[in-house]
């Protein structure tokens, strides 16, 4: 059973910048893919960016050239980075894996920007 823990999170005004891990388990240099998912309020969970185990990435429309997503697989640990942050990027973000046909989620890590 993978477990995931993500940290990073917090409150920091418009315009500001944070970085975000996920720390696995175990080794993700098998991981076939990971990403980053938020949820707002109210609101469904939606895709922020993904990595594949080759290092291919994607990224939402919203965050484009704002965010950045990367793994350490040294470290076992999934980054984003986070740049020109928005009130509208508050949410609970969510770290996930898929590993050997199964998913993975962790507990999420409350983004809040507001000045």
């Known amino acids: 059973q993978v477990q995931l823990v993500e940290s990073g999170g917090g409150l920091v005004q418009p315009g500001g910048s944070l970085r975000l891990s996920c720390a696995a388990s175990e080794s993700i240099f098998s991981f076939a893919l990971m990403g980053w998912y938020r949820q707002a309020p109210g609101k469904q969970r939606d895709l922020v960016a993904a990595i594949t185990s080759g290092g291919n990435t994607n990224t939402a429309d919203s965050v484009k050239g704002r965010f950045t997503i990367a793994r350490d697989n040294a470290k076992n640990t999934l980054f984003l980075q986070m740049n020109s942050l928005k009130p509208e990027d508050t949410a609970v973000y969510y770290c996930?894996?898929?590993?050997?046909?199964?998913?993975?989620w962790g507990q999420g890590t409350q983004v809040t920007v507001s000045s």
């Open positions: 996930h894996a898929v590993h050997r046909y199964s998913g993975y």
